[in-house]
């Protein structure tokens, strides 16, 4: 009997996206059967006291402050990307001439010019690469991509649309942060909530062929640390219409202004045999519409995806005993690390990435 | 071919339930294809200016003062009761004996002794009679009733419970009404409207074998047009438990305390094999459960009851067009109608009535 | 005191919207107090036995064929055309010549070059006009325009996103009729049901500045009477992209494609201090969320808009008891006859029609 | 600066709740911030291959299996029971007279003379003590404790009603299990899920003066492992009416015999200026209908109970990513462990779980 595998990991950035990282770190081993044991190895941060503090919070072995030496750390299997997305190109190219296994949040980068660097490095290296785009792990859109595959609304897609709707800008006076700044984030709504319901759209349906699109920038300017005023420079909301390569027809709004929409991922897809409709505010549910059903039974299912044979399911908890936001993280993690030890491709993986970037890119242009 | 027959109404009662009863006589034989022409011959009220307005606006020939005389008007085939309460017994026996059609409004009567006199009469001269529980009428309801039939929740009922509530007195300045008065009204929330869903649980599930209920009075006094306090003496809600004689269990309440809920009269059935859920709020949907769906697909389906296979509505609009309140008043004429020229019991008829009363009664003396 | 007046009217059209517009002229009077007695004097249309046929059922006094003699006709007031697209411009140019007041069904035309002659003669005339666009005056719809006029979701709209969803067409075997033929129908989704939300779009947040858009004709080919096949030219789905001249950012979808949807006309609208949201289906209620609420306590509102201080609404039924679909018919002829006694424009006009109809054709230019 | 305290738990049942507790301690020092340290010293079982892959998989340093000999360990500051019914009294008493600090889950015993003896235990020994009815700490849940305590719904309530509906056992063919047999789990839906709503009517809104109730055994026997038949001696269901002693009424049911309800703990509040309503499959959500908003814009609000400013919310995630089950058990150990250190009474303590217990006889008396 082989040696079972220890893989070590080091994640770079302590902030939100470090603190889902971790617990899907420290959880994933817990509920769901791993092929190899992990090694929480390091936690790295620009901060050392926040960087020190989290490490013993989150339930890493050591704080580090250079993440070039923890990249190449020969002890480090993995390193997860959690920073902001200017630093993600530099990070993953290094991480990649070093042999690590490369989780990366999403965006994948500023733009498809560096993610297309980054898909290079990954493949010359030919080491293990993900995007954390933890959306396609929720359990009822995981049930969403099995049901299409296997033909539940139909052999034909006549629409998918979504929509991410958040509110925590609309207010004038909310400050400045990095999000609000192009050359930190590369966009605004587009690349931060829009990502992801175009990584769906290409998951659940398809590549897309061409795009029209509209954005705008409510709030022009806000308010600094230093009580003066910067220039928002990337969109506040993004609008888009356009078509699948597989004559589908999309719609698709990413925007930070609408208020009471707290973290509003919907999307509906409509195909020749029925429906599927999802909301992230709900995200243990997925309505579902056939339209074999008789004529008087007909109607949106209300199905709540916490049975057995949903996915990720049965590591989890009885039916009816809901699942939290973190949770697809874990089921990322439990996939990437299921990937690396098998050597099976993970999805997303970087190229993915890259064709999500590039559709970012023509949404941008079309959008100006 | 035989001549087609007329038959002529006599209203009784210019209020509320004058109106939508006005209104389901005018519209009936627009929509549907009844089987004899309806003359709304006259409406008959106390104050006579308000009667001949009512009669003007709402489409009678003529306005008359005397219930006495028009319930013996040999011109007139059909008498529809739209008195309080209190003047139910006395209008129908006398229609009974003229010979009369009588649709009579819910509750039957005040209590259950006035009921069998009611029942008695109606028996004795043979005349068609009907009452008005409209809401057995409403599409939804109707296709619950078809469903369990067909046994699409399966062949054994475990639970029925509903309730109805209001929050029309909720204020407690809100003054002194007939309906707030146990001479008048014979019971509070638990006639009203309680009686709604008591018919509904027999028409739905089958007769009931034994209650316990509790009632309150929550606000004592009311003030009247004379500024000076009157007694509550009928309930302001009422709660129930207890089972059919087929051993499904039996919750219901009844209420005007529920602030925010404006007409809901909501039930849920399970069976061995599924559920159905209703709420008038949303009368035109109707939520189904299937469990014989495959595991992955199940969910409670929200069917919009407004397509042309559904009770009633091919006469309306099509599918997604929904129908208001009164629309249900409609469906009962037309039903009515029907009963009486082909000669076939209307339902619920007034031996119906006369048991929903006597469970009134019991639910009555339970709550004491 | 002046004589009271009584309107005659002519109804051009004996289907659906000729029912639906039936309904309302003999409903109107029963629970509005109208300004005007109505005359429902004439029905036309061109089969013979069905014009007599629906004459009887739908109340008119005569069946009348030829609608250039009936539109003439001396003792007629206003004229009510429900015909197909293809007959509105001719016979309201002849009405408004003959001096008739005019109702005309949407889209006002199949063109603006069409539209606008209808405006020219209306304008010439100076006889009154209206174009049905009966959404509008669906309560909840209508408290929408009251709530953002009153400043309830702050001075600024940031987002007005609306979808009109049917799926009547979705099936691939259903046969070919006039709705999917360019030439009688002027488009497909687009004008039928885009119509309507590009009329609220205007109505409710106010013009539209530039737009663009996809549109699709899923199933290229439909089967005839005649067993033959011919060509579908109108779209089956239309997605637009723009922008209002106040700012606002629009996202509309017209779909006849869309499983389960049958008759779904949402919209959401984001203002800076709120959101409000509505679905035809669902056409009694209203969602609001209201940014001032203390935070603990910020959520959608579920307003039922049954309450006497909401439009149209003291004149039908108590707080909950819901109201349907042909009920927005019944307060558009309400809104066209005060218009026609006081001799204010009535709302939306011909001249408003016609810019709706210019964004039918920017939207159908846009998409090619 | 006194030396921060360790606190070592050993921990008694591997199973679902095992499951639940496990995460609970491993979880609240990474997202709280404790008053002590936590030592997940101690897992205990009888089957000792699966309490050993139990302490791995979940965290614990030692696979335990005599439950008195780690009861009595010095070195074990808390006792946490999630044994079955049966055990749990005398491991409780064992444990409070080894001066253990207590958490044990609901319900407290199998009947109140049980649950006496360990309330005089615990008084005895005056250690620490909780019963894990978790659901008080659902964020919706403390949240309607708050608003109720400040007078959102007015100074009065009027109704308390709350359905515990479960479909597990609906199948016929589910076989026996202990929660279906009398001897240990004490009683059927009314101990393992009425007890519940049972703990929630009395934290909402006060004591319970007395009630009237039904109960059934709709499935008499189930095949056990060894294929022969057993009776089942526990209640499938029961339905409860009754009174508060402050006035309100109370309407309960718990059933396991609710085709589509999963998990469904769902309650409405009415007070006199307004309601609250709650649906643990919606567990992040409250409804709540002010009377105090202006007419026009009444509306049940759906509030998402992820707001910085909601009860345990902040140590969580932003506003709209959602928390699931589990998360409920987190906050229990976060407040017993504050409990314990601060030298404050825990709540629910054994002494408020017997005054539910005596509850859960009354029924049972009620029932009979």
Known sequence: MPKRRTLSVALLGTKFMGRAHSNAWRQA???????????????????????????????????????????????????????????????????????????????????????????????????????????????????????????????????????????????????????????VAGSGALGDIGAHIIDLARFLVGEIAGVSAVRETFVKRRLTKNRSYAKVDVDDAVNVVGKFKNGAMLSLEATRFAPGRKNQLSFEINGSRGSLAFDLEKMNRLRFYDARDPEYARGFRDIIVTEPNHPYIKNWWPAGHIIGYEHSFVHTIVDFVDAIVTRRPAQPDFADGLKTQRILDLIRRAAR
């Open 29 to 183: 081993p817990r509920f769901f059967d791993l092929p190899a044991d992990i090694r929480m190895a390091a936690i790295c941060g620009r901060d050392h006291a926040g960087t020190r503090r989290a490490a013993k919070t989150l339930g890493w072995e050591r704080a580090v402050y250079d993440w070039k030496a923890v990249t190449a750390d020969s002890s480090i299997d993995i390193v997860d990307i959690c920073t902001p997305n200017d630093a993600h190109a530099e990070i993953a190219i290094a991480a990649a001439r070093a042999g690590k296994a490369i989780l990366c949040e999403k965006p994948l980068a500023r733009n498809s010019t560096e993610a297309r660097r980054m898909v290079d490095a990954v493949k010359r290296s030919r080491v293990p690469n993900m995007v954390c785009f933890n959306y396609r792990r929720v359990p009822a859109v995981a049930l969403t991509k099995e049901m299409i595959d296997t033909g539940e609304i139909g052999d034909r897609i006549y629409h998918f649309r979504a929509r991410y709707a958040q509110d925590w800008i609309a207010n004038e006076n909310f400050p400045m942060v990095w999000r609000l700044q192009s050359k």
